[in-house]
């Protein structure tokens, strides 16, 4: 259909040198890998932390290392619930539990399997129906519907659009949507995928070794059955996520680049007036068939674009025979119900005008500014390297799934009691400590990063508690948040801080804050928050040359997170952010989402909470040019740091201190703006009306 032009070799280095520049290379792949991995980990620790049954998976571009910032791709999260054991084989029937025997026969469609309730007393089958989703189909046997799992994962509050057997949240400026996607476990290899295990072809590839460990990682099944079955609510389809996983980490640069490269002609030129046709895991199938039938010499970068025409040449004959058949379940083709016959023909038309173009096609690639950035390499033109920014990127990906894991956690013990909160802390450290031992590279790191938080919580906790009782700070509770306090910039700092100064040891203070400032340079320094979703804008350029250069370690010194107090830490809080404790009204409660446990606590960006520290303090030593400075330096901060994710907060502590200023009019402007940023669930509401208050008693006092 094609024939190989004589510049290939050259096209094929551009082109590799510009996917480089945008994060396609061998380095940037790896650390997109680490990032995404690491936060699984991270995740899936605090998932055990609060004694949950679900293990999650991320799974599809961002594990991969297979995507751009153009690309946009969704986060694909599999939560796998272990409340129902899948067996295939009767010897696996486990007593005392809910077991589900795998049919897959000539009754199902390829791919996909029927599930039927077993007894938990017996291994025997039941024979009658247990619940509304529960069928007996036409032999007898108790049918469990794919439905129940849709119902069980609205239970367990997934939110957002329901997407097939996905529920997509997203819609957040800056922040990829996420797919999450429930499952339940099956331990064993499936019978429809054993005779790949044995398949070889001319590639060589998988290797013996690959088959092995994709054969060890059992699968999944997915509530979701085949279009147009007869038995569609019954089937539940098989997922070998895993095994792929593994395949496409085994992959070399120029395969990624290959297949990185058909998700932008997809982007470009198929989806815009073809949504549904050809999806990117049709392109990956492909790429797979085409790897397992080809020399491994053939993939080199020198080789790049007669890789990408082939894989094309095979995605068109898909197209074609309307057969893309899975990799490691043949019998189930992935195009079935997707390619109608009014689209067929187009759809071969564009892949046609793609291959014949021998390359210039990808001129016309806006995503990455691919095109654009090819033309300019190829006439010799400087071209920009935005790895620095897809490595700054990544770090606070990390840092927010760190961040966002603690919040899940301390979400457990929100409004607990002091005995209560510092049981769960100890509990969550020494499991972590457990969990450490017994594992090893990124599952190991994720529980040195977890720990350190729960700390500098518990110190803070123990501390609240001397305070109540003796008015001083233990050196128990002293040690323990000195383990947390290069969690990253400041915030744990901040909380040593605000312990010193609720106990009066302003020097102490001083000298905290004033090493905090001394770290926090502005020009690297990220602030993280967690607590809800806002806008994301670009990161500082400085904070991007440092991720470039180091891995997670650089958490420590170039991120600032939220300073996090529960109740149960009340006095080792200014007096002034104490009021962020009691927010919420009884009508505000009814306007929370399901993830806005820390509405119960007193949360503040890391460096407007330092420069109202440094005001605090410098107010009871007396110094007024440096309490002035702190003060210009908040007002700075709130007017003009963009990612504050508690600017209502921040305006609400700036508003007390024009008050201790004498200031009532400024902060009563103050306490307005902090209202027009959130309406509900506003301590604002508070200092107006205390303010009125008081601004009407010194009239009326000053009229008699």
Request: some cysteine; aromatic content about 10%.
């Amino acid at each position: 259909m094609f024939q190989v032009p004589d510049y290939t070799g050259t096209v094929s280095e551009r082109l590799s040198e510009v996917l480089a520049e945008i994060g396609v290379d061998e380095r940037t792949v790896l650390r997109r890998r680490r990032t995404v991995l690491l936060a699984e980990s991270v995740e899936n620790s605090a998932l055990q932390l609060q004694d949950k049954k679900l293990t999650e998976y991320y799974f599809g571009s961002q594990s991969e290392g297979t995507t751009t910032q153009g690309l946009k791709s969704d986060t694909d999260i599999l939560y796998s619930s272990s409340d129902l054991i899948i067996l295939q084989d009767w010897s696996d029937w486990q007593p005392g539990v809910h077991n589900l025997l795998m049919i897959q026969d000539d009754t199902v469609s390829p791919g996909y399997c029927l599930l039927q309730y077993l007894r938990d007393d017996v291994p025997l089958p039941y024979n009658y129906v247990l619940h509304e989703h529960c069928f007996r189909d036409r032999t007898g046997r108790i049918l469990l519907s794919n439905t129940f799992m849709s119902a069980a994962a609205t239970t367990a509050h997934f939110t957002g659009v329901n997407n097939g057997p996905a529920y997509t949240v997203g819609g957040v400026p800056g922040v990829p949507d996420t797919d999450y996607v429930p499952a339940y476990p099956c331990k064993t290899w499936p019978l429809q995928a054993r005779p790949w295990l044995n398949q070889q072809g001319a590639g060589h590839w998988p290797s013996d070794d690959m088959k092995r460990y994709c054969s060890n990682t059992g699968c999944f099944v997915v509530c979701v059955g085949s279009k147009g079955s007869e038995n569609e609510e019954l089937e539940w389809r098989i997922s070998t996520s895993l095994a792929e996983r593994c395949l496409m980490l085994n992959l070399n640069i120029t395969q990624i680049q290959c297949y990185v490269l058909m998700k932008m002609i997809l982007k470009t030129y198929i989806k815009p007036p073809y949504e549904d046709t050809i999806t990117s895991f049709m392109c990956k199938t492909v790429l797979f068939k085409l790897i397992a039938s080809t020399n491994s010499n053939f993939w080199r970068e020198k080789n790049l674009l007669v890789c990408l025409l082939f894989c094309l040449f095979c995605l068109y004959n898909s197209v074609l025979n309307e057969n893309c058949p899975h990799f490691i379940i043949p019998g189930n083709n992935l195009m079935a119900g997707h390619i109608t016959q009014e689209s067929k023909p187009h759809i071969l038309e564009i892949l046609q005008y793609i291959i014949n173009s021998e390359g210039t096609a990808l001129l016309g690639i806006k995503c990455d500014a691919l095109g654009s950035r090819l033309q300019l390499k190829l006439n010799y033109l400087f071209s920009i390297n935005e790895r620095c920014f897809v490595s700054g990127y990544l770090l606070k990906t990390t840092a927010r799934s760190i961040n966002e894991s603690i919040n899940a956690c301390l979400g457990c013990i929100s409004n607990s009691s002091y005995e209560v909160a510092i049981q769960t802390l100890l509990k969550y450290i020494f499991k972590l400590a457990i969990f450490s031992y017994q594992c090893q590279g990124l599952d190991k790191t994720g529980c040195g990063l977890l720990a350190p938080w729960f700390c500098t919580t518990l110190g803070s906790v123990l501390a609240s508690l001397n305070i109540q009782q003796y008015s001083s700070i233990s050196v128990e509770a002293l040690t323990w948040i000195t383990l947390g306090l290069n969690t990253d910039v400041s915030s744990s700092k901040l909380k040593l801080a605000s312990m010193f100064y609720c106990i009066g040891d302003i020097n102490s203070t001083e000298l905290v804050l004033t090493d905090i400032e001394g770290s926090y340079d502005q020009n690297i320094v990220e602030p993280i928050c967690m607590c809800y979703n806002f806008g994301l804008l670009a990161c500082r350029e400085g904070f991007n040359e440092i991720s470039d250069n180091h891995n997670e370690n650089a958490l420590k010194y170039a991120t600032a997170s939220c300073v996090r107090f529960l109740s149960c830490e009340i006095n080792c809080i200014p007096a002034e952010l104490q009021y962020e404790l009691f927010r919420s009204t009884d009508e505000d409660l009814a306007f929370r989402g399901t993830c806005d446990y820390w509405m119960d606590w007193a949360v503040m960006d890391s460096l407007p909470y330092l420069y109202f520290l440094q005001y605090k303090t410098y107010s009871n030593l007396g110094r007024q040019d440096d309490k002035q400075r702190a003060l210009s330096n908040l007002i700075m901060t709130i007017e003009q740091e963009p990612n504050l994710g508690h600017r209502e907060t921040a305006l609400n502590l700036l508003g007390q201190c024009m008050e201790q200023e004498d200031r009532p009019t400024d902060a009563l402007r103050c306490y307005l703006l902090s209202l027009n940023l959130r309406g509900r669930n506003n301590a604002a509401k508070f200092h107006i009306c205390r303010l009125l208050s008081t601004i009407v008693n010194h009239q009326a006092e000053t009229m008699f």
